[in-house]
């Protein structure tokens, strides 16, 4: 019994963890890639300590039991039945309790992929054999190569001509499935200028490996600029 | 039956159990050794971005469809619910047979037509390369491949591998030997009943969506194609809702033949019998139905079913640690004796734990932005399936080698085929996480976009050609032993299980000479206790 009040008390306190933790960083907006890095980080620390304790802990009883004389016969324990609840209950309550720590911090990294910006600057990609094509709101076309302002969220609203494909931009921690007939929604938040690679990462046919791109992050000014005379080739 | 000449027609019609079992054991093996070339290919691909061994995107695409298909269908699903269901079901349990032996028959002929027809790939001239997983409408509308090959081969094992649970299902409820109950049955047994209840349920899901396919490419249905008001994302939760399932179909007997040899050569029993049982094998069965959004959270779909299956696909770890947590238990106070099954079955507790905690991340939805479709996920999939189970299959033909042919193979081939095994899936393997947790794509024919990763490609290329150097060994170990190894006693490993000590090496057609009665205490684990005469059953045999 003491056993349960002990576990159930992790699991109220990680809750209430969880709680705080999802407080602060509520205000502002939240970056996904951040938060998946954040997370990232726990969730090794985690699994490094239990896989080390298990191989410890294997590699202990291989090395410490083994048999000395060739009649000789292993002594394992006959266990009660209360033993052997025991014995099964808690290994599942301390499985279960980084289960509930897990899910709850998943939860709210996966709300920052979800809660696109309200000023999110949004773009249109038709997805194709094998390329990508973004259409500006000013009504600018570009195929494979993205071009947006750093320091604003981007939003991508994401339709595809033939095949699935699924959009993979791994600087930004993102993807998500491009599939025809219906318009799906991702979002990133590019901070620092440069080139970032952007792939296909659903099998799409003979070309599958060629189908990549560039996120070109640019300074907001320049960004501006490119629009300009972009739209001014338009014309 | 070694007495008699060997007679191509008496392997054809029959319908022993232990032979059905070795037709599907060689069937499996030259699946693994045709999936095993395909792997290589592909890692010579890989070894320099660009081209390497073939200018043609196409021809890798293939060799990956056909490593990915025959891995799972032709290799895996046989060895395990094929080979050791058959040869160790009636044997474990005290049967002469399994219930409907010429079903039995049937399932195993249905899996060589599959065999046979996954092998036309290399022949017509419009080879699938869809992936093993098919998705449309790549694979209904676009792709120049044959489609239906992929949906015949799935239908044909599918229906062998539905004749063959409904067969083992009813022997093990029905044809246990006296004295043999629920709570003595051995685990092996339990994890074939498991994985055979599981393909009962399942197996119909995949048939229906791999025939929609072919319903939409060359019947002109609309089922999966957007424009006509179809759903690509219909066949993605079909699909996973089978192939969720379908990885504990291969794990849970992988994982019981494990216990097997653990068993053996600690000669120890089992810790905590009923947690193993119900808590790990049932509990995984209860659990597999309602886990396989996990595979599609960038697929789009409702909120609260990711919110939902991230809890129930993390809570997968608990039946999974109860196993684990039965294994090592098993090993406490235990009389441990290192011959080559016993090395792979703990290789197996490694691999298999890197495995396990490399799939935690992939249940959570936030985290799996970054992984999905690449390298990790392989990764994680080749430490529990290609390795875990390879692990659990080599070192269970190993252990069963004496059983099977009354001979041993050589111990110090057996070790060598080992150390080179544990040494190259690690090599080859473990690079993949680094790859793929820096984002690099699987399914790449090739990497320009990710020219950083030329140097862990070709590590792990250099790892593959040592796996390819364990296998080589492993084969040469089994043949060895069929041809020239020493002859072994009917029970070499001192083991207490039915097939061990009721019957000789090879067994007979109808196994034992005389229905084995059993006492109420009798226990296939049955070790570390005062060995009381009249409780041991007659050794006459
Ligand atoms: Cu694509």
């Known amino acids: 019994?003491?056993?349960?009040?002990?576990?159930?008390?992790?699991?109220?306190?990680?809750?209430?963890?969880?709680?705080?933790?999802?407080?602060?960083?509520?205000?502002?907006?939240?970056?996904?890639?951040?938060?998946?890095?954040?997370?990232?980080?726990?969730?090794m620390v985690d699994i490094i300590i239990i896989g080390v304790i298990f191989a410890v802990l294997t590699l202990y009883l291989l090395l410490r039991y083994r048999r000395k004389q060739p009649d000789e016969e292993g002594q394992g324990p006959e266990l009660s039945p209360l033993a052997a609840l025991g014995w099964a209950l808690i290994p599942t309550f301390i499985f279960l309790a980084d289960d509930i720590f897990l899910g709850a911090k998943n939860f709210e990294l996966w709300n920052k992929y979800r809660n696109i910006p309200e000023n999110a600057y949004a773009i249109n990609l038709e997805s194709a054999m094998w390329s990508w094509e973004f259409n500006y709101p000013e009504g600018i076309k570009a195929t494979n190569e993205l071009r947006v302002p750093a320091g604003e969220p981007i939003m991508l609203k994401m339709t595809s001509r033939d095949v699935v494909h699924n959009l993979f931009i791994p600087e930004y921690k993102v993807k998500w499935e491009i599939r025809p007939g219906t318009m799906d929604t991702i979002w990133f938040y590019p901070k620092k200028t440069g080139e970032y690679v952007m792939t296909c990462v659903e099998f799409c046919g003979v070309l599958h490996s060629s189908m990549h791109g560039k996120v070109i992050v640019m300074q907001k000014d320049e960004f501006s600029k490119w629009i300009e005379t972009e739209k001014n080739k338009i014309k | 039956m070694s007495a008699t000449a060997f007679s191509l027609k008496e392997w054809i019609f029959t319908t022993d159990h232990k032979r059905v079992g070795v037709l599907y054991l060689i069937g499996s093996l030259a699946a693994f050794l045709l999936a095993g070339i395909m792997a290589m290919l592909m890692r010579a691909e890989l070894t320099t971005v660009g081209p390497t061994v073939t200018t043609n995107p196409n021809a890798y695409n293939v060799w990956l469809y056909f490593h990915g298909a025959a891995m799972i269908l032709g290799y895996q699903i046989p060895a395990l619910t094929g080979f050791f269901a058959n040869y160790y079901v009636p044997l474990m349990i005290g049967a002469k047979d399994v219930a409907f032996p010429r079903v039995n028959a049937l399932s195993v002929w249905l899996y060589w037509m599959g065999i046979v027809l996954a092998l036309l790939t290399f022949v017509i001239p419009d080879p699938p390369d869809i992936m093993w997983t098919g998705y449309p409408p790549y694979s209904s509308e676009f792709s120049p491949g044959n489609t239906s090959f992929y949906t015949f081969v799935v239908l044909l094992i599918g229906f062998s591998s539905i004749a063959g649970g409904i067969n083992f299902i009813t022997t093990i409820i029905k044809m246990r030997a006296p004295g043999i109950t629920w709570n003595n049955l051995n685990i092996f047994i339990w994890s074939i009943l498991a994985a055979f209840t599981l393909q009962i349920i399942f197996v119909p899901v995949l048939g229906v969506a791999v025939t929609l396919l072919s319903f939409d490419k060359y019947l002109g249905t609309n089922f999966f194609k957007a424009a006509a008001g179809g759903s690509s994302l219909i066949y993605e939760n079909l699909f996973w809702f089978y192939s969720h399932p379908a990885v504990y179909v291969i794990l849970l007997p992988a994982v019981g033949i494990i216990y097997e040899i653990v068993a053996t050569f600690t000669r120890n029993r089992i810790f905590n019998y009923k947690m193993v049982v119900y808590g790990g094998f049932w509990g995984t069965v209860l659990l597999s139905g309602v886990v396989w959004a996990h595979h599609i959270y960038v697929s789009g779909m409702p909120n609260w079913i990711v919110i939902l299956q991230v809890f129930t696909s993390l809570l997968i770890s608990v039946p999974v640690g109860l196993l684990m947590v039965g294994l090592l238990g098993t090993l406490y106070k235990g009389a441990i004796e290192f011959r080559t099954p016993m090395l792979y079955a703990s290789g197996f507790l490694f691999l298999f734990l890197i495995g396990g905690l490399t799939g935690i991340p992939n249940a959570m939805s936030g985290i799996y932005q970054q992984i999905h479709g690449t390298y990790w996920i392989t990764g994680h999939f080749h430490y529990v399936m290609a390795l875990s189970v390879t692990s659990a299959i080599i070192g269970g033909v190993y252990y069963i080698f004496p059983k099977l042919t009354g001979k041993m193979y050589k111990e110090s081939l057996g070790k060598l085929s080992f150390i080179l095994f544990i040494i190259g899936v690690n090599v080859t393997f473990f690079p993949w996480f680094i790859m793929g947790i820096n984002g690099m794509p699987r399914r790449y024919y090739d990497y320009q976009q990710f020219p950083q990763f030329e140097g862990l490609q070709q590590l792990s290329t250099a790892g593959a050609v040592i796996i390819a150097l364990s296998m080589l060994v492993v084969l040469i170990a089994w043949l060895h032993g069929l041809i020239a190894g020493e002859k072994s006693s009917d029970n070499p490993w001192g083991s207490k299980s039915l097939e061990w000590t009721h019957t000789v090496s090879p067994p007979?057609?109808?196994?034992?000479?005389?229905?084995?009665?059993?006492t109420a205490d009798w226990s296939p684990y049955n070790y570390g206790r005062k060995q009381e005469e009249g409780k041991k059953i007659d050794e006459e045999l």
């Open chain 1, 1 to 43: 019994m003491r056993c349960k009040h002990y576990f159930a008390s992790i699991i109220v306190s990680l809750s209430l963890s969880f709680l705080f933790i999802n407080n602060l960083y509520a205000k502002g907006i939240a970056d996904p890639a951040e938060g998946w890095n954040h997370l990232w980080y726990e969730l």
């Open chain 2, 508 to 518: 007979p057609p109808g196994n034992f000479s005389e229905i084995p009665k059993l």
